[in-house]
């Protein structure tokens, strides 16, 4: 089975694959497009990796429609750009009835019959997300594309294929030699929550809202990240010759019977007072809605309505967007807070008189970082418009400055954390003002809660509150100190019972045995987030061989940009940094990709070798234990008393009476940070 080797494939073989890719398929389509699975998830993951194992087997069989192709293996250096075959169009807006009312009396005129014929429309909602433009060749997807200005667009093919609900392959017996389908891609909201809450907590700027954060997503290099985030689509025109296909109606009917997806939510309406209740009933269901949406799209159902009609240079004349109103209101500043992220970053925020806003209470504002600051000229007591950005995350868009209360005091960014007081510091052309201690709580806290976080060592039990304590109390100064806990420290805290304590052990303890590439991820580095952190682990198969590359040699993997690079080497270059992976190593975690005793093995560089130490006084960050392992691993001997024989004192904190001996005998003294050092 684990033979790699490339086979001559038999027919059976030929046949199993392609029903296996059938099952796989179908199963998919039940799962991702009809919303109604039809197997069960062990299920369906023996049968995908059945298939994956004979596709390895039999390369020559992998066909670009199989379910295994989703998924690229290595990420695209740049988009080529394409033209359209039939251009993508915007659409034109309407804000009220009027409006619409103006351009349904517009495409009638145009037509010069002012009682046209009855027509139907045909409401749809308005997805904030992209659109994209979808080619299929006998039935065969062949590209994906941007909408870009409308004529030419960027193939964006590998990243449309992970989006599982489009089909690769048309569910159609006799497919046209063409089809294009055109739809959206979208963000569900909680996953577009979950990116900007990443960005925040690495000082990355905010997306203002799902259609920027999918259009970004689209446009990511590497397809494993769009994979990650689970963009989905909804298909909304299908460009296809048939007799059977008169109007939009038909189009919105056939397109899941293809392998779309289309939403649901769509009506014929047989008048514009039918549109205007659809637009009414919408403006308050969709709240209840996983996905954002924008407006409602009204759509002349007649095809050769909207043939006869045809397009201005950027909008078709048979379909308007009626737009929502955005979701803004006044309110006033009370104060403003300063927020310390895990990396030190400082965001400023507005805390309201509160306010409903898009079905919910907001009384708290980002204020994004300095230069907003400056940008908004935002006083305490200042009356600012609020508005929901893609209605997750509220904003101050402006201020009001008529209604400024005299005597009103500036908002400006402090000098000092708000959290340990140390100087911020703010290096243009950052944006972003930073706390730089290492030490500060709010950092210390931030890299715990990312330490333990799922996708990092996956430490269940240690939530923000228990994180706090453990910061406060000082038991905790670093994630290293995690593995130190024990039994009795954890009980004495406030609310911990024995029961939750052994669990939270057990789940310090359990998290030894993660992979490198997840230690590495819960480091925190910046710009280093999971896809980044696999990249590297797989070119850097141990933590001392990233330690030691330059910054070009990070930069030669493949897929790691410059920036990264530069970020990675920097923070290996920190001795701090340099001894929390000595201690987190000590302490049994992976820090390599094969397993430690294959390390082992390996002939390492002896540089205590035949020396002495003795050891006095509490080191800055060493235990006593860890120092002693540090010396022996690198050949040494560590002795408790002080001779001739003796070749290092290392020198902590409140030396006792060996610091007077071993000056007298003239031996050589060391700091912690010197032993790291010449250890390395
Ligand atoms: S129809 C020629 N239908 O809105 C037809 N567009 O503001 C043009 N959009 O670029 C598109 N939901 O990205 C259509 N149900 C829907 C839509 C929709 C969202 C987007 C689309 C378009 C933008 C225009």
């Given at each position: 089975?684990?033979?790699?080797?490339?086979?001559?494939?038999?027919?059976?073989?030929?046949?199993?694959?392609?029903?296996?890719?059938?099952?796989?398929?179908?199963?998919?389509?039940?799962y991702y497009v009809l919303d109604a699975p039809t197997m069960e998830d062990g299920v369906y993951d023996r049968l995908y990796r059945e298939l994956q194992e004979l596709e390895t087997q039999y390369p020559e069989l992998i066909s670009p429609d199989s379910p295994t192709q989703r998924v690229g293996e290595k990420p695209a250096t740049q988009f080529e750009s394409v033209r359209h075959n039939i251009s993508l169009y915007s659409l034109e807006n309407a804000f009220n009835m009027a409006e619409l009312q103006a351009w349904d009396e517009k495409w009638r005129r145009f037509l010069g019959n002012w009682a046209a014929e009855d027509n139907n429309y045909i409401c749809?909602?308005?997805?904030?997300?992209?659109?994209?433009?979808?080619?299929?060749?006998?039935?065969?997807?062949?590209?994906?594309?941007?909408?870009?200005?409308?004529?030419?667009?960027?193939d964006i093919t590998q990243n449309?294929?992970?989006?599982?609900?489009?089909?690769?392959?048309?569910?159609?017996?006799?497919?046209?030699?063409?089809?294009?389908?055109?739809?959206?891609?979208?963000?569900?909201?909680?996953?577009?929550?979950?990116?900007?809450?990443?960005?925040?907590?690495?000082?990355?700027?905010?997306?203002?809202n799902p259609r920027n954060a999918a259009a970004g997503t689209l446009r990511q290099l590497d397809s494993r990240i769009v994979a990650a985030r689970h963009l989905d689509f909804f298909a909304y025109t299908?460009?296809?010759?048939?007799?059977?296909?008169?109007?939009?109606?038909?189009?919105?009917?056939?397109l899941p019977k293809m392998g779309f997806k289309v939403n649901p939510n769509r009506q014929l309406c047989q008048s514009l007072l039918e549109v205007q209740q659809y637009f009414n009933t919408w403006e308050t269901q969709r709240?209840?809605?996983?996905?954002?949406?924008?407006?409602?799209?009204?759509?002349?159902?007649?095809?050769?309505?909207?043939?006869?009609?045809?397009?201005?240079?950027?909008?078709?004349?048979?379909?308007?967007?009626?737009?929502?109103?955005?979701?803004?209101?006044?309110?006033?500043?009370?104060?403003v807070t300063f927020q310390v992220g895990r990396t030190g970053a400082l965001t400023p925020v507005a805390e309201l008189e509160p306010i409903q806003l898009a079905g919910t209470t907001v009384k708290r504002a980002t204020l994004h970082n300095q230069d907003r600051l400056t940008e908004l000229d935002l006083h305490i007591g200042d009356t600012v418009i609020v508005r929901k950005a893609g209605e997750i995350i509220p904003e101050v868009v402006r201020v009001l400055p008529d209604l400024r209360p005299t005597g009103a005091k500036l908002v400006t960014m402090p000098t000092h954390c708000p959290e340990c007081g140390e100087t911020v510091v703010k290096t243009p052309p950052e944006a972003v003002t930073r706390c730089i201690n290492s030490s500060c709580p709010a950092i210390v806290r931030g890299s715990i809660i990312h330490w333990c976080g799922r996708r990092a060592l996956d430490i269940n039990g240690i939530g923000e509150k228990l994180v706090q304590q453990l910061v406060e109390t000082q038991l905790v100064r670093s994630v290293a100190d995690l593995y130190h806990l024990n039994m009795d420290q954890l009980v004495a805290l406030e609310r911990q019972g024995q029961k939750s304590?052994?669990?939270?052990?057990?789940?310090?303890?359990?998290?030894?045995?993660?992979?490198?590439?997840?230690v590495l991820y819960g480091l925190g580095i910046r710009y280093v987030g999971e896809v980044n952190a696999e990249l590297l682990a797989q070119n850097f198969p141990s933590c001392q061989s990233l330690a030691a590359a330059s910054s070009a040699q990070i930069e030669g993997v493949y897929g790691i940009g410059a920036e990264i690079a530069t970020s990675v080497y920097q923070w290996f270059q920190n001795p701090a940094n340099i001894s929390l992976c000595d201690r987190l190593e000590q302490s049994g975690l992976q820090l390599a990709s094969v397993p430690s005793t294959a390390l082992k093995s390996t002939p390492q560089a002896q540089p205590f070798a035949g020396k002495t130490f003795v050891l006095t006084g509490t080191l800055p960050t060493l235990t006593r234990e860890e120092a002693?392992?540090?010396?022996?691993?690198?050949?040494?001997?560590?002795?408790?008393?002080?001779?001739?024989?003796?070749?290092?004192?290392?020198?902590?904190?409140?030396?006792?009476?060996?610091?007077?001996?071993?000056?007298?005998?003239?031996?050589?003294e060391l700091s912690e940070l010197e032993l790291l050092e010449m250890a390395k």
């Open positions: 089975m684990n033979d790699q080797t490339p086979k001559t494939p038999t027919p059976e073989i030929s046949q199993k694959l392609e029903q296996l890719r059938l099952t796989v398929q179908r199963a998919s389509y039940a749809e909602l308005k997805i904030d997300g992209s659109a994209i433009a979808l080619t299929y060749h006998d039935g065969i997807l062949v590209r994906g594309a941007t909408r870009g200005d409308g004529v030419t667009g960027e449309i294929k992970t989006i599982r609900s489009i089909p690769l392959k048309l569910h159609l017996d006799n497919p046209p030699p063409v089809v294009e389908v055109r739809g959206e891609a979208f963000l569900y909201n909680r996953i577009f929550a979950e990116i900007n809450q990443e960005r925040q907590k690495n000082g990355e700027p905010l997306f203002a299908l460009h296809l010759d048939s007799p059977n296909l008169h109007d939009h109606w038909d189009c919105l009917e056939l709240r209840e809605l996983p996905y954002m949406t924008d407006g409602v799209v009204v759509k002349l159902n007649s095809l050769s309505l909207q043939k006869q009609l045809g397009e201005t240079r950027k909008f078709p004349r048979w379909a308007i967007a009626l737009k929502y109103p955005a979701e803004e209101l006044p309110t006033k500043i009370i104060s304590a052994q669990k939270i052990l057990e789940a310090i303890a359990a998290s030894k045995k993660q992979p490198w590439h997840r002693k392992s540090i010396i022996e691993k690198a050949g040494g001997k560590v002795t408790n008393s002080v001779t001739q024989k003796v070749d290092y004192l290392l020198l902590g904190d409140k030396p006792g009476s060996k610091l007077a001996k071993a000056q007298n005998l003239g031996i050589a």
